[in-house]
């Protein structure tokens, strides 16, 4: 099975400190994302990585940055942590889309997430 | 306009019952979907995905994908109590490699 391991469950942060989020797949996946998820917002794409180095805006970049300087490790970092920061961050990995109908390719698998609270 | 919209609900099935949850989404050429549940506080976890026009079956989850329609569902029978949970309808336009989610619909089953 595929796994994508994020580092910390729970974290909590003072306005203004930078924050590491760290997520590791072990499956050789290429594609990684980063989404946050606030209740009644639903998932919204933060970044996401094609390839090692590479990386594209998601929806809500602001604020965000990432780091892939390795396939299996997407990292997200908060410069500058705001209240409105606060929430679950979750991290996914994929197989690129080949063409095919191949089971189990394509499909996006997400780590356990972290909590995180800036006071 | 959402690309991937559905009823937030909640929705709510006695046990036993068959709970149905319904997903619209923009027609941007060739689709991958995918249902996912989601447990309070957990992070969501893949049920079932579906390619093709008609009903794909995997135990007590039927998926149904309407594309004339920009439709895809997810029924689930005998519903139990451990069904309860929020439910994530996801669309992959193939093209973009990308993940486009609905805001979820709560699902109660009730003993």
């Known amino acids: 099975d595929v796994k994508v391991t994020q580092s910390s469950r729970y974290l909590v942060k003072r306005t203004g400190e930078k924050v590491f989020l760290e997520c590791v797949q072990d499956?050789?996946?290429?594609?990684m994302f980063w989404y946050r998820q606030d209740p009644g917002l639903g998932l919204r794409l933060i970044y996401f990585?094609?390839?090692?180095?590479?990386?594209e805006k998601g929806d809500i970049p602001e604020g965000y940055s990432v780091s892939r300087e390795k396939k299996e490790r997407f990292s997200l970092i908060l410069e500058s942590a705001s209240t409105n920061q606060t929430s679950m961050y979750l991290c996914?990995?994929?197989?690129?889309?080949?063409?095919?109908?191949?089971?189990?390719?394509?499909?996006?698998?997400f780590g356990a997430g972290s909590r995180l609270t800036v006071l | 306009q959402k690309e991937v919209e559905q009823n937030s609900g909640p929705l709510s099935v006695p046990e036993g019952a068959i709970a149905s949850l319904n997903c619209t989404y923009s027609?941007?050429?060739?689709?991958?979907f995918f249902w996912y549940r989601q447990y309070s506080g957990k992070s969501p976890e893949l049920i079932m995905s579906?390619?093709?026009?008609g009903d794909k079956e995997d135990g007590r989850f039927t998926a149904q994908l309407n594309k004339a329609s920009q439709y895809v569902s997810l029924l689930i029978r005998d519903s139990q109590p451990s069904d309860s949970a929020t439910y994530l309808c996801?669309?992959?336009?193939?093209?973009?490699?990308?993940?486009?989610f609905g805001t979820g619909t709560s699902l109660t089953v009730i003993p």
């Open positions: 996914a990995s994929s197989s690129p889309f080949l063409g095919a109908r191949i089971p189990g390719a394509n499909v996006l698998t």
């Open positions: 499956m050789d996946h290429e594609n």
């Open positions: 990585s094609y390839d090692v180095k590479m990386k």
């Open positions: 027609d941007r050429g060739s689709q991958s």
């Open positions: 579906i390619y093709s026009n």
């Open positions: 996801a669309v992959n336009w193939e093209t973009g490699n990308q993940f486009y």
